[in-house]
């Protein structure tokens, strides 16, 4: 079946450092989710890609949908101690979305 | 504020009980999810619903089964609880058509079974 890996599992970084995770799917996707979990919460939404090659931006945040619609990046400019969390990737089509297992970032003040 | 509301944000229940978690959400959603989120594994997805009355098993079913019997209500029944289904339980909704793939989640309902 489908099967989307995330990179790196963790990342550790002092704050004001660069951050990108990485979302690499075996079937092309139709469009993939980005989603932000704090520690102790939920995941909530963050952007939806849709087109190949879409880049979108959200302040520090920049999302990439690769050309091929199999791959993805969410990269975090200058990072702040409020960007910890896990960061969720998930694709899928026909409702059967298969999640990334995440990427854990932690910012050290 | 749109909202998907869990019933129960912490369970203990025994092995071998019955165990209900309701998931209710007022954005008038069509899709509805449940998903069990272990350190590790991810977000694993349990069962889904597209419509009243519909159901799809998800990647991990065994041991669960759902009901929807309005729009807004989506269940998810443990008919006899094991200690392996210990874990965080998170409901989702969305929209059916272009929005289907943006979820909406639950604050979680963490359930411990003895």
């Known amino acids: 079946g489908q099967q989307v890996m995330q990179i790196p599992q963790y990342q550790h970084v002092q704050e004001g450092e660069d951050f990108t995770t990485y979302c690499n799917s075996s079937t092309t996707l139709s469009n993939i989710q980005w989603y932000k979990q704090r520690p102790g919460g939920h995941p909530v939404f963050l952007i939806q890609?849709?087109?190949?090659?879409e880049v979108k931006k959200q302040k520090r945040l920049t999302f990439q949908f690769g050309e091929a619609k199999k791959n993805s990046s969410l990269h975090i400019t200058a990072t702040q101690t409020t960007d910890v969390g896990t960061y969720f990737c998930n694709g899928g089509s026909n409702y059967k979305l298969t999640f990334g297992k995440g990427t854990l970032l932690t910012v050290n003040p | 504020d749109v909202k998907v509301t869990q019933s129960s944000r912490y369970l203990v229940k025994r092995t071998g009980e019955k165990v209900f978690l309701e998931c209710v959400q007022d954005m008038d959603h069509e899709n509805m999810f449940w998903y069990r989120q272990d350190p590790g594994l991810g977000l694993r997805l349990i069962y889904f619903?597209?419509?009243?009355?519909?159901?799809e098993k998800g990647d991990i079913p065994e041991g669960y089964s759902v009901s929807r019997e309005k729009k807004e209500r989506f269940s998810l029944i443990l008919e006899s609880a094991s200690t392996n289904q210990t874990s965080m339980y998170l409901c989702?909704?969305?929209?059916?058509?272009?929005?289907?793939?943006?979820?909406?989640f639950g604050a979680g309902s963490r359930l411990t079974v003895l």
């Open positions: 989702a909704s969305s929209f059916r058509g272009v929005g289907a793939n943006v979820l909406t």
């Open positions: 890609l849709v087109k190949s090659g």
């Open positions: 619903s597209y419509d009243v009355k519909m159901k």
